[in-house]
């Protein structure tokens, strides 16, 4: 379905993504676009959803470059880290604004387009949220109406930036399974940019490890997550357990505070 | 650029304070104190009125310098100045006064702050200018008060006019938005002496309902000769056929000094030219 | 769906406004009634039509201008507080108007209008490179660049005034004092040219305006051109604004406070806010000038200061917010 080919861009100098070359298929499935910040992995989130153009290389979908901005739109739909909501709205007229790319110049929705809204926020398990404003809801909520938003457009490639970034643990396993229903009733294929290692590896079906702008492993997690690797890509001894990489423990000298591990919070 | 009518020197001040997006307020004026500096030799004034009426007086020899808009007399002409709407402290200062001159309207704040020997002269109504010039009279030892305050207070009286029809007359101070000479000023003193009625009748100087002077027009309308009535007659043409609209010289209408006198009989050469036409 | 919402909106603002386009032309400082004026009475006729009904039209289609002005402004920049007065698009337009007057060559025809419009261009220019950065505006860049700016216009001003002779000078202060007294019929049509050019321009593009609202990625992923738009929407919004000040001076406030009336009851995006601003815009401008017409009449108060005795409130309560 998606080819990215000898993709290139910096920001002013600034090195963004350099020369990545991945394949995405049809077909459904959870993949992980996984490194440590600043890797790039924005970068190619925002090269595949075409809001920045690639300097070098080219993004192909279905064998064609030459895609109509909002004819693309309709494949490949993208929610960004932070969704900007300064004007409050319901959640149904913000759900319904993601069938933006299926409208003409004058046009408003239609009822289909509305009853397609509300089939996207059932399948986030936000129906309840339909009438609600979006300031009234929790950091959880409001990120499923947007999620439910993408889901709006039909989109057969979901690209995720940082969706657990803000959530805390219970809220991360609730989306992660939202995710993996998503993939699995609408055969869609969701790639999710995580920076962190055990979320990416526990809800994904293939990780692709960013670093320094380039790719540096496109694998199964069973085959990210092993000591070498996490070594060799992100430069620290770790124990990995049961797929799980563990930190090395702080040494004695320094008096050590608490381990966010410990008290089974992550940030 | 002389703008000596206070309610046009008051808009433009305001003008200036919106430009700038700060409302100003005056300060309040304390009343004159008069006496204290008898036999002053070396005066600045900071008003045209009060040039002149230190000239009329016969103490215009004692005057060492003035403000930008003091051009009358001829000799006011010559004389150093020191500044407009914000006279120069400094160079007050430096003319070593024994007593400076300003009118009510004016903004003191700085002049009190430098002690300067300063008074503060109330000449804002016609029937003031007379007290005034015995007061500065006194105040400067100056050998012609008396007969000036009576030429001044004689030729008003001359003046004087009752007539049949009194004339409503409208001052247009400004043009957009129009704003205009109420009652209790200067140019109402003046209508009302040459037997006219002012057809404003709310006090002051306010801003005005255009469609009011519409639906009853003045008989006479007068407005400063620098002020470009146009935009005002663009929107309202029928008072061109209705009212006289006579342009005046501000500087010899508005004035409160002794050619109130001349004012007088021009505004009275205005309405008996109306009556003719009438 | 989201029509049906639209058409009842509209319904209500409309026999709102039209109420008060009705009450404002009926009220006012001269006693005159109508129908001597549809009978003929030439003074009547004059009152009525000439001086009191083309400026409640003026009023009208400046506060539609200054609504149209916000609301896009507000979506453009995603902050509630924008506003053509705030931001210094209007003191730009002043500023050019006063400048060209004071300079003794208001009377050339049309340069008024076209140098305020590039003034507010001017300064809309300078909002974008200062008070935003990487995408966003922060609202205190957007204040202390809208005083600033503001600064900056009088700052010229004053030094146009100290150089202009007194009469031209007198002319020029008129656009400092924002007022609809005196408007024409020619200034009313020359505005409402000015508005139907820039608000058809911005129904074009207002789908695309209102996905700018969820940030400015997120648009272009839903396929939005959003250089384009923004270019657009930002030189429609500024023809519109110099258009208002050159008939009225500056009048503030008013592009803050109508969108944000129409969202305490609509909470809908710009397609929806677009046509009920054009309609509450009016209905709030003649409504403010018919209280400064007939509060104390025939004094008449400056429409500025009741439009801002309306809108600081909504201002300050904006930015306690936080929003």
Known sequence: MLRVENVSYSYNGRRGASDVTLHVDDGGALIALAGPNGSGKSTLLKLIARVLTPQRGEVVLDGRSDWMAKEYARHVGYLPQESEDVFTMKAIDVVVSGRAPYLSRFAFESESDYAEAEKALALCDASYLAQRFLDEMSGGERKRVFLARVLAGAPRLILLDEPFAALDIAHVQQFSRLLRGIVDRTNSTVVFASHDLNWAAAYSDRMIVMREGSIARDASPAEVMRADVVRELFGFEAHVVDRWVVPPPHPPSAPSPPSPGEKGTRT | ?278 | MGEVALKKGVLLLAILLVAIIIAAASLGAAHVSWRSALSGDETARAVLIRIRLSRVIVAALIGATLAVAGVTFQTLLRNPLADPFILGVSGGAACGAAVVTALGLGRVPGLVPVVAFAGACGATVAVFLVARRRGRTDTTRLLLSGLILNALFSAIILIAFALAPASDMSSALRWMMGSLAGASWNDAILLGAMFVVATTILIFIANDLRMLAFGEDDARAHGVNVERVKLIGFGAASIVTGAAVAVSGIIGFVGLLVPHLVRLIWRRDYRFLLPLCVLAGPALLVASDTVARIAIAPVELPVGAITALLGVPFFLSLLRSGR
């Open chain 2, 1 to 278: 650029m002389s703008l000596s009518a206070p309610a046009l020197r008051s808009l433009v001040n305001r003008g200036l304070c919106a430009a700038v997006l700060v409302c100003g307020v005056a300060p309040a004026i304390p009343p004159a104190i008069a006496g204290k500096i008898a036999g002053a030799t070396r005066v600045i004034t900071l008003a045209p009125n009060l040039t002149e009426i230190v000239f009329a007086i016969g103490a215009g020899d004692h005057i060492v310098a003035t403000d930008d808009f003091s051009d009358s007399p001829a000799a006011a002409k010559k004389l150093p100045k020191v500044g407009g709407q914000e006279p120069s402290i400094e160079r007050i200062v430096a003319a070593k006064p024994d007593v400076v001159l300003a009118s009510s309207s004016a903004n003191v704040t700085a002049l009190r702050a430098a002690h300067l020997p300063l008074e503060v002269i109330k000449t804002d109504r016609l029937d003031e200018v007379a007290p005034v010039m015995l007061q500065l009279g006194a105040l400067l030892h100056a050998p012609h008060a008396n007969e000036a305050a009576r030429a001044v207070r004689d030729g008003l009286a001359k003046e004087r006019r009752v007539r049949k029809h009194p004339p409503r007359i409208l001052f247009a101070a400004w043009n957009q938005p129009l704003y205009v000479g109420g009652r209790d000023t200067f140019i109402d003193d003046l209508m009302r002496l040459c037997g006219a009625e002012n057809a404003v009748e709310v006090t002051g100087w306010p801003q005005y309902s255009l469609e009011s002077v519409v639906a009853k027009p003045p008989d006479i309308i007068l407005h400063s000769s620098r002020l470009d009535l146009e935009p005002l007659l663009r929107a309202a043409p029928e008072l061109r056929t209705k009212s006289r609209i006579v342009p005046i010289d501000e500087n010899r209408f508005t004035r409160p000094g002794p050619h109130v006198v001349d004012a007088a009989a021009n505004l009275n050469a205005i309405i008996d030219a109306w009556e003719k036409s009438h």
